[in-house]
């Protein structure tokens, strides 16, 4: 790999044993997932969750495991389910009594597994757990043992019968499988050195590596759900082994290119009968519609999306490719300009889960999966690794925070698939074009991608907090976390000590320990929330054993302070970030959001709910010019936030354990337009009651002043059902 | 037929013979669709239109009667189509070659004739034409030819086997097909005094007859789509024979009530293996939830519904049966109070083609179909023969001009199916959620039940002017059409001379014709759109041989005068309706229309095409402000409007060919919000362009003054595909 002038902005993070967690906000999140998430997770993967869907997970390893022990598994003939070749979920008929030989759930089932061991490992890095441990040992031990001979390892295909593996790469998902495999192994590995699990991975790895390629005989095709190609550049990263960088990197530049492999594969199916109505598969929709060189436009399934830009980056940055990064620029820019949620969320549309077209950002039908969140933070990150811009990560920090944090109830307990900006419970009863927005959080899907996945960021959360230049001169800090973090820079071993109290102020110190004095840079982010640069940027102070300190030079570049010299135990970095409520409004393009603000402070995406401003949210109108006028109208609470509600239906959907949350409010000045009175009925048997009549000539509202108040919107339907709106009218 | 107190206030249409149109709107529009729309409608159900869905329906009758000729029908098992149980469309394997005795097409597609006879049918009642009435004789010959030795007519069991015939009520639509034959038989045999196909229809209604209804061992069914009731009725007045409105009647008590029939027939089919998914019926979706009696919300399919309420009205006024015009006032009061568009369309949502829930009217994603508006016609003016209320008629005109006119292009070429009040056609490509929005009218549909519901309904709309009261004693004026309305009031044959220039202007005369004095009651609507009820009637004056008459009395009553006296040959009675142009807003409980305004003038509701305002209509505001203040300043200007467009695609789509209409625009003070602008592209290899950011600061908008320019809704989309919304915001 050589090192040219693109690559010498390139870093890495710290690794996640040398980053500790420790402020009120991200410790409280990080002991939700250890204590509810992760046990929870473990008895929803053994189907041990009553009224929950089961997941088939373990059961499948196992059913696999026992016909490797037969000697069976090789020889079995393909037999696809009858309910359709995509074959997205089987079921037993008897839900009582699984036929324990027998494959279940969705294709991607094996990615239950693979998820929870990554949280599991990236848990025991900062909190040993013997129990846990054993526990996941055993896991892995069944995992292991349904492996093949050759190392594939995909129980779908295994007990299904091998003749068809790797032959319906759009729509079933061998190569995620093998993705989440990999992240999964790696993180245990990392967490206890154990490395099992991980040899598995590479051994499916090498059998992949052997079956794709670019050789004679080799498969010309990638995935249909993008991820290993991430998994794969970080294998390479861990083992060293070019094989792995080289797979990824095949993938990425085969993927829409002609031939189309996926339109090959359609016709084929098609052709020899074993294709239902979708071998026409909508190339868009999984980014290979054309060569990811040429993309211009975040396109498809959201998550795909977002995993296959985070691998295009990761390669970018690996091979030095000046044509990829690029693309992962037009790509990012366009995101970030015309298909961004305020709340950090993407994916405007349920129809594929997908990137509506720009500028569409509908609130009460938007999809913003939770996964999709995570994908753009890992993306973010990626390209801070190619290139440490602000923007970057101010964008992986409104991720982070918001929409990737809504996805989890405050007791860790249910789970938002889809991360709407406006809810309406009733509209969501009443209308199927919202079947897939839920007023209330779900206690566990079938298709059970968010949970684990919002489980394994926030468990590795700290890895988005620093990265450290590939020369080792410089150590970022993208993310203000309370903890330490060791780092070894221009060759000595450094200490940061951070004191924090993110996202609710912008004040902290971070302590600099080293053995001796020694010449560095320090990078600090300046936060967009905080202001123009420069404003943030004088908040930062440096303080040494006699005050402020000439030692260091201070530059500004990208959105980050460079303070470079020679730096001695016990110097003091200063920050105190501004941390004003602002007062947003969408592009004018966005028509969604036409005469409409939302509210933000720091990093904290707010919204109005029902339970605290009343019914009908949309005739609650934020008072802007009162705002405008006098910014300090909005007063910035802070408070105990009480979260506890019943669930709303037998499953016990909604419920959420009696918490308690500090966090920030704000009180808005705004008014209220009244609903207008229905007309008392008239007596019985007379005339229908009258209501106030659908259309009326014009007359400006009547405006009642009340004040509106927000809370984080990660914390909303904590409280039972209820409506919500993150943009209010102005 | 007993008539009580509460049958007093009854009345019913004049004869269509006995009314023409003149004036220069509805006869433009009768032309339109005598001269393009029937012609083109014939080709059409003859399969003869390059480039159009093919109908098959005459295909159908011909093989149905080809294989009576062979005496072969009534002994065919059942086939169910290998596609569906619901069988709701097939087509032949090979399109250019249809086999001679399949049935193609949708299971309705009997009804594409029955509605052109129908539409034939009142053409020729005031436009004989011998060569139209020829194709027609022979046309009703094939079809007559089609019937079953027992009465039956349907094509699609006549085709596929009649053992399942009425055995799948829910979803196959053969009482549908009763219906509307029964229709176009009547307008058939009322145009020209034949009666074969009158005949048909009743033999087929017989049949119906002795299989439906309450005696053991008859079928306790009713329709899945409705619209045999009304057809029913009318048959009744027609023949006089009971047992019609009998049947009609046992349709309308037996719907909804338990055990469910249509759940029934569900189980059954599940049990029996010939059920697809759909044995499970949305009872809702066809108002088959509960009793039609305690129905007080309007649900379930907007069409079905519309069709179903107007076949109440005309069992509670030919029964006299209170309770049963409870339930229709009940539902007439959520449509007009919750649900109905201010285009006079209804139907929220795509979701079952259906009413939408209270207050839900999205102005993008909206159904409102043509048939719906039409239906919602059909109901108005059964209300109307029940009460005369004017609130009645306002709502039908509100239907006829706007949406119902909408769904036709001006030249009668294409139609529009689906009538959104907002309109992207850059969305409508991109976004599958509005894949049932058409930018531009389309030339025909398989399912072609909008383009000839349109030309039935133009062709009799005359029948929607006047009524009769039951007694004799007073003709009511609904609608003013220049024109003549014959009647027989209080026993003497009276002829009404209308001078009128509707929509445009509200002015005009009725000069009454009769041979001597006589005394009877002339009640005339004032219209909603003329302000208050006193206003409207203080412009209605009456002029006989000598000046103001004081022998007519006038009383104001429930939105009608009522003129009551002797009347002399050659008394003139002048109106001069205020024609204000009226800002209007949604009822605040409609999210959608928040803090937006739409304009009306008499009847007559404008709309916004980016043809005269530009794109991003979103951004033109009106000036609400401004308009409040001078509400001269919004100009009402008499205009030619240039109609004609190029097609879109190779099938012509949204071509209309040049057409001038004198029509009223408006002018209003408005002004526009800047689109934000690019930023220029970096030079080549460097960054990708920047565009103006996705969030920003809020500050209130820059207001470039601008005039819109509104035209009437039922004539957009004729200059070619282009934005167009019906509310602008404030």
Redesign the interface.
Same mark, same amino acid.
């Given at each position: 790999m050589t090192m040219t002038d693109s690559a010498m902005g390139h870093s890495t993070p710290l690794k996640l044993g040398d980053v500790t967690v420790t402020d009120a906000f991200w410790h409280a999140e990080q002991e939700l997932v250890r204590t509810a998430v992760l046990p929870y997770q473990w008895r929803a993967l053994n189907d041990d969750v009553p009224g929950a869907a089961p997941s088939y997970c373990m059961h499948n390893f196992r059913a696999a495991a026992a016909q490797n022990a037969r000697k069976g598994a090789e020889g079995k003939r393909f037999v696809p389910p009858a309910y359709s070749y995509r074959g997205f979920e089987s079921k037993p008929e008897d839900p009582a009594h699984p036929d324990p030989d027998t494959f279940y759930g969705f294709v991607f089932q094996d990615t239950d597994f693979s998820k929870w061991i990554e949280a599991v490992g990236y848990s025991l890095a900062h909190h040993p757990d013997a129990e846990l441990e054993a526990t996941a040992d055993r896991a892995i031990d069944v995992v292991c043992a349904a492996q093949l001979d050759n190392g594939y390892l995909d129980t779908y295909y295994i007990l299904n019968g091998m003749d068809r593996a790797f032959h319906n790469l759009r729509w079933h998902h061998e190569l995620y499988c093998l993705g989440h495999l990999i992240e999964g192994a790696i993180a245990y590995w990392e967490g206890t050195g154990k490395d099992k699990l991980l040899k598995a991975a590479e051994r499916f790895a090498d059998y992949t590596a052997s079956y794709f390629g670019p050789n004679p005989g080799q498969c010309k095709g990638y995935p249909g759900h993008e991820i290993a190609e991430m998994a794969l550049a970080r294998l390479f990263e861990v083992t060293g082994e070019r094989k792995y960088l080289d797979l990824a990197k095949f993938f990425i530049d085969q993927r829409g290119t002609e031939p189309n492999y996926f339109r090959y594969e359609g016709e084929r199916d098609r052709k020899d009968g074993t294709a239902d109505t979708a071998w026409q598969f909508d190339c868009p929709y999984a980014q290979a519609h054309e060569p990811v060189r040429e993309q211009q436009e975040a396109v498809g399934h959201a998550v795909r999306a977002g995993y296959l830009y985070s691998g295009m980056a990761d390669v970018a940055r690996l091979t030095d490719d000046p044509t990829l990064a690029e693309a992962c620029?037009?790509l990012w +820019?366009n995101i970030?300009? @015309?298909k961004?949620y305020?709340t950090g969320g993407i994916g405007g549309?349920? /129809?594929?889960e997908a990137f509506?077209?720009d500028y569409?950002l509908p609130n009460d039908?938007a999809y913003s999966e939770s996964c999709a969140a995570i994908a753009l933070a890992f993306f973010a990150r990626r390209m801070l690794e190619l290139e440490p811009k602000a923007e970057y990560a101010d964008v992986m920090e409104l991720a982070l925070y918001n929409t990737t944090l809504a996805g989890m109830a405050l007791d860790g307990k249910s789970f938002f698939y889809v991360n709407p900006l406006e809810v309406?419970p009733? !509209?969501c009863r009443?209308? @199927?074009?919202l079947d897939h927005v839920k007023p209330v959080r779900q206690k566990w899907f079938g298709c059970a991608c968010c949970p684990p996945n919002i489980a394994r960021i926030v468990e590795s959360v700290q890895e988005y907090a620093y990265t450290l230049a590939d020369d080792g001169s410089t150590l970022y800090t993208h993310l203000y976390m309370g903890g330490e973090a060791k780092a070894t820079l221009a060759g000595v071993p450094v200490r940061l000590d951070v004191d924090a109290d993110l996202p609710w102020h912008g004040d902290g110190s971070v302590v600099v320990h080293l053995d001796g004095p020694a010449t560095f840079t320090l990078a600090f982010r300046l936060p967009g929330w905080a202001g123009a640069p420069t404003v943030a940027a004088g908040t930062i102070a440096t303080t040494g054993e006699s005050g402020a300190s000439p030692r260091v030079a201070r530059e500004l570049r990208d959105g980050y302070l460079y303070l470079t010299g020679e730096w001695h135990d016990g110097d003091v970095v200063s920050f105190d970030f501004p941390m004003p409520v602002?007062?947003? @409004?969408?592009?004018?393009?966005? +028509?969604e959001d036409?005469?409409k603000?939302?509210f933000s402070r720091g990093p904290i995406t707010f919204c109005a709910e029902e339970r605290d401003n009343g019914s009908?949210l949309?005739?609650l109108h934020a008072d802007?010019a009162k705002v405008?006028d006098d910014p300090e109208s909005v007063r910035v609470d802070e408070f105990d936030f009480q979260a506890g509600a019943k669930g709303i239906d037998e499953r016990g959907q909604g419920e959420v354990e009696p918490v308690v949350r500090r966090m920030v409010k704000l009180e808005v000045p705004a008014w209220r /337009? %009244?609903?207008?009175e229905t007309v008392a009925a008239a007596p019985a048997g007379a005339?229908? %009651?009258?209501?106030? %009549?659908? #259309? !009326?000539? #014009?007359?400006?509202?009547e405006r009642k002043p009340v004040t509106a108040t927000l809370i984080p919107y990660f914390a909303w339907a904590n409280r039972g059902e209820n409506e919500m709106t993150v943009f209010l009218?102005?």
């Open positions: 620029g037009n +820019r970030v300009d @015309k961004l305020v549309t349920r /129809e594929g509506s077209y569409d039908t309406d009733y !509209a009443r209308d @199927k074009r602002r007062m947003l @409004k969408a592009n004018p393009l966005v +028509r036409a005469n603000v939302a009908n949309h005739l802007v405008l /337009e %009244p609903v207008p005339e229908a %009651p009258a209501f106030a %009549p659908l #259309y !009326a000539d #014009y007359a400006p509202a009218n102005v």
